[in-house]
């Protein structure tokens, strides 16, 4: 699947600002692409390069 998070599969989204009004109204109909990054994930004892999220990046390299 593209463009998706290869650990929690956060795909785009669609958003909608309900406050606006008028001709302006167009513009508040949009899609919000996740926030993805390149990272090596080890699967299988080998080294894949992955697209995964940043939150998912932030849980996976903290360190306890």
């Given at each position: 699947?593209?463009?998706?998070?290869?650990?929690?599969?956060?795909?785009?989204?669609?958003?909608?600002?309900?406050?606006?009004?008028?001709?302006?109204?167009?513009?508040?109909?949009?899609?919000?692409?996740?926030?993805?990054?390149?990272?090596?994930?080890?699967?299988?004892?080998?080294?894949?390069?992955?697209?995964?999220?940043?939150?998912?990046?932030?849980?996976l390299t903290r360190?306890?």
């Amino acid at each position: 699947m593209a463009r998706s998070c290869a650990v929690c599969g956060k795909t785009s989204m669609g958003i909608f600002n309900p406050q606006s009004s008028g001709m302006n109204r167009v513009r508040t109909h949009r899609r919000a692409e996740p926030n993805l990054h390149r990272f090596k994930l080890v699967k299988g004892g080998k080294a894949v390069n992955t697209l995964i999220c940043t939150r998912c990046r932030r849980t996976l390299t903290r360190t306890a």
